[in-house]
């Protein structure tokens, strides 16, 4: 069984940054996909950003384009999310994601199967 502790969230301004952190435990991630999904309240949880086993591909929501950039550190089992010129709009509960199937690519939600407890952003106009 794999654990996923998230950190790095909290209150920033419009306009400013954050970085979220993912760390992996019990089993490696390093070949499984890892993700960042985000639920805000009355909402569903939706995709944000993705990146494969060895990090040769990404895939990006197209609200955040440009903006968040998603990397990992297999020594570390550890991925993260940069996220630069944050809006109001991106304030959300961030999930870290790892996928369930063997160094195969994936950005669909049922195709992750193990989540972490969540870490609030929030961004103030």
């Known amino acids: 069984q794999v654990q996923l502790v998230e950190s790095g969230g909290g209150l920033v301004q419009a306009g400013g940054s954050l970085r979220l952190s993912c760390a992996a435990s019990?089993?490696?991630?390093?070949?499984?996909?890892m993700g960042w999904f985000r639920q805000a309240p009355g909402k569903e949880r939706e995709f944000v950003a993705a990146i494969s086993w060895n990090g040769g591909s990404t895939n990006y929501a197209d609200s955040v384009k440009g903006r968040f950039t998603i990397s990992r550190d297999n020594s570390k089992n550890t991925v993260y999310l940069q996220m630069n010129s944050l809006k109001p709009d991106d304030t959300a509960v961030y999930y870290c994601?790892?996928?369930?199937?063997?160094?195969?690519?994936?950005?669909?939600?049922?195709?992750?199967?193990?989540w972490g407890q969540g870490t609030q952003v929030s961004v103030s106009s």
């Open positions: 019990g089993r490696t991630g390093s070949f499984y996909t």
């Open positions: 994601g790892l996928g369930a199937n063997w160094r195969t690519f994936t950005v669909e939600l049922p195709d992750f199967g193990s």
